[in-house]
């Protein structure tokens, strides 16, 4: 079974940064390696609903984000290491939440409902 492991969040000052990591281990999707697969953050608040943060395609060329945080938020990956990443800069507080992994075998896209594979979550607190 394939496990997606995040990483990399704690409590951050207003304004701050932080980057979350998310290594893929424990077999391949399908057949396929890890590399293949498009990677994407999701983030969940207290009573709010899974919100899309950004897709990577398997091979890096294509990447999505949320429109309001594109200009804070940057995905990346590394495919030698089944590692993705999410570097959040000038964190506010409305960005508190737990950052969820999920991988897909098909393109990138922001329907939570439609990846394969989820993380258990790293939780990101950013204080006032």
């Known amino acids: 079974q394939v496990q997606l492991v995040e990483s990399g969040g704690g409590l951050v000052q207003g304004g701050g940064s932080l980057r979350l990591s998310c290594v893929a281990s424990?077999?391949?999707?399908?057949?396929?390696?890890?590399?293949?697969?498009?990677m994407a953050w999701f983030r969940q608040a207290p009573g709010k609903e899974r919100e899309f943060v950004a897709s990577?395609?398997?091979?890096?060329?294509?990447?999505y984000y949320a429109d309001s945080l594109k200009d804070r938020f940057t995905i990346s990956r590394d495919n030698a290491k089944n590692t993705v990443y999410l570097q959040m800069n000038n964190l506010k507080p409305e960005d508190a939440a737990v950052y969820y992994c999920?991988?897909?075998?098909?393109?990138?896209?922001?329907?939570?409902?439609?990846?394969?594979?989820w993380g258990q979550g790293t939780q990101v607190t950013v204080s006032s």
């Open positions: 999920a991988a897909r075998l098909r393109p990138p896209t922001g329907w939570g409902g439609l990846y394969d594979y």
């Open positions: 424990g077999g391949t999707f399908s057949g396929s390696t890890a590399s293949s697969c498009t």
């Open positions: 990577v395609s398997s091979s890096g060329g294509e990447i």
